[in-house]
C-alpha cells in the first residue's frame, strides 16, 4: 500500500505543474487511506506537502512574471489571518466524539473527511464546467469586500482540512479581480504556499512529525510539479482539466461512502 501512496504522492505534484491546481484535493485522501495517517495529523502533513510543492512550483511563473504581487498581498492577508486562527483555535476545540447516530458515530476525524468529500465536488464542479475567460471578464471587477471574504473561506478552509484551495482561489482571481488565466494560476501557487507553511507552523504545538516520511512524500510531490510542468509545454491543461475533475468527483463520493455506508 505505501508504494501505491508514494506512487499516488507524485499525482500531487503533476496536477499542480500541468493545470495550476487540483492536487492539494488529493493530498489528505492519500495521506489516510494510502499511509493510515490519523485525520487531522494528516491535515497537517498536508499543509507542508502542499505548500513546499506549491511554492517550488511558483518559481518558474514568478521568472515569468506571471505573479501580481499586490493581489497576492491583498488576498493572502485574510487569508493567512484566518488560516492561523484555523488552526490554532478552530480545529483544536472540535471535539474528537461529536454524536452518534444509530451504529455511526460521528467523530472529529469522520467529521474533516465529509467535509473534505464536500470539498472535492465542489471542486469537481468548478474543474469540469466550461467557461473561458472571456465569459469570465463580461462581468465588472467585484468590490474588495468579496474578495477579502473569498480570502477569509480560503484560509478557513485550508486549515480545516489542509487543502490548498486553489479550486476557490484561481476563479475568485479570475472572476472577481479579472486576472489572466496564467497570472491566476501563478499567484494562486504562491498565496497557496505562504498559507500552507503559515498553517503548518501554526500546527507544530499540536503535531508528532515524523520527518522522513514528510520529507519523502513532499519530494515526491516537488518532483511532480517538475514533470506537469514539464507536460504543460506540450499537453494543453485545460482540456485535462474536466478528466481530472470527473477523477475528482469521484474520489469524493467514495471518502463519502466509505466514512458513511461503508464503515
Known amino acids: 500500500m505505501e508504494i501505491t501512496g508514494y506512487s499516488a504522492s507524485i499525482l500531487?505534484?503533476?496536477?499542480?505543474?500541468?493545470?495550476?491546481?487540483?492536487?492539494?484535493?488529493?493530498?489528505?485522501?492519500?495521506?489516510?487511506?494510502?499511509?493510515t495517517v490519523d485525520t487531522v495529523l494528516a491535515t497537517t502533513y498536508s499543509l507542508f506537502v502542499v505548500g513546499?510543492?506549491?511554492?517550488?512550483?511558483?518559481?518558474?511563473?514568478?521568472?515569468?512574471?506571471?505573479?501580481?504581487?499586490?493581489?497576492?498581498?491583498?488576498?493572502?492577508?485574510?487569508s493567512i489571518i484566518a488560516v492561523s486562527l484555523t488552526r490554532q483555535?478552530?480545529?483544536?476545540?472540535?471535539?474528537?466524539?461529536l454524536i452518534n447516530f444509530g451504529n455511526f458515530a460521528l467523530t472529529r476525524s469522520v467529521l474533516l473527511m465529509l467535509l473534505f468529500a464536500f470539498l472535492m465536488m465542489i471542486a469537481s464542479y468548478s474543474m469540469i464546467k466550461k467557461e473561458t475567460e472571456e465569459q469570465s471578464a463580461s462581468h465588472?471587477?467585484?468590490s474588495s469586500i468579496w474578495v477579502i471574504a473569498q480570502g477569509i473561506m480560503v484560509g478557513i478552509v485550508t486549515g480545516l482540512i489542509g487543502?490548498?484551495?486553489?479550486?476557490?482561489?484561481?476563479?475568485?482571481?479570475?472572476?472577481?479581480?479579472k486576472l489572466p488565466m496564467k497570472t491566476a494560476i501563478g499567484t494562486s501557487l504562491i498565496i497557496i504556499a505562504v498559507n500552507s507553511?503559515?498553517?503548518?507552523?501554526?500546527?507544530?504545538?499540536?503535531?508528532?512529525?515524523?520527518?522522513?516520511?514528510?520529507l519523502t512524500v513532499t519530494l515526491i510531490a516537488i518532483v511532480g510539479i517538475f514533470i506537469g510542468s514539464y507536460l504543460s509545454t506540450k499537453i494543453d491543461g485545460k482540456k485535462l482539466?474536466?478528466?481530472?475533475?470527473?477523477?475528482?468527483l469521484v474520489m469524493g463520493i467514495y471518502i463519502l461512502l466509505k466514512e458513511t455506508i461503508l464503515k
Open 140 to 142: 465588472q471587477p467585484s
Open 163 to 177: 487543502a490548498g484551495g486553489g479550486f476557490l482561489i484561481i476563479p475568485a482571481l479570475v472572476n472577481l479581480l
Open 89 to 97: 483555535y478552530l480545529l483544536p476545540s472540535i471535539p474528537e466524539y
Open 12 to 35: 500531487i505534484g503533476i496536477s499542480l505543474g500541468l493545470i495550476g491546481g487540483g492536487g492539494s484535493i488529493l493530498t489528505v485522501p492519500v495521506l489516510v487511506y494510502l499511509f
Open 52 to 78: 513546499s510543492t506549491s511554492l517550488v512550483g511558483s518559481f518558474s511563473y514568478f521568472k515569468k512574471g506571471l505573479i501580481a504581487v499586490k493581489t497576492a498581498i491583498f488576498f493572502g492577508i485574510p
Open 241 to 248: 482539466k474536466p478528466a481530472f475533475g470527473w477523477f475528482v
Open 197 to 214: 507553511l503559515i498553517g503548518f507552523v501554526f500546527s507544530l504545538r499540536q503535531s508528532q512529525i515524523n520527518w522522513s516520511f514528510l
